[in-house]
């Protein structure tokens, strides 16, 4: 029935649109853990490190998870450390 709703001029475009988002979403589903999109929280916090130590985001960074965790392991330590220093309260020396 689908077959020949498809060959229906007014049906076939929306069949197509349809089938090309199943199509789109099984292959994601269906690539390596490191070659799927980044998390919406994998890109803020990468953004955040970038900006904060005023280092470079490269693209894969926001197009493969696998390089989102890579950048963010690479460079947690020294954003944390950063943002750490910040928040102390600074003691004025009495001298």
Do not use: W
């Not at 090309?20 to 390596?32: G, H, I, K, Q, R």
């Not at 005023?54 to 020294?78: N, Q």
Request: hydrophobic content about 40%.
């Amino acid at each position: 029935m689908q077959r020949e709703r498809g060959c229906r001029d007014e049906f076939d475009v929306a069949f197509l649109e349809r089938l090309s988002m199943s199509f789109a979403n099984v292959l994601t589903e269906c690539l390596d853990a490191d070659l799927q999109l980044p998390t919406d929280s994998q890109v803020k916090y990468a953004m955040d490190i970038a900006r904060d130590l005023g280092v470079s985001l490269p693209a894969d960074v926001l197009r493969f998870r696998g390089a989102a965790h890579d950048f963010i392991g690479r460079f947690e330590e020294a954003f944390r450390s950063g943002r750490e220093r910040r928040r102390r309260p600074t003691i004025p020396n009495d001298g």
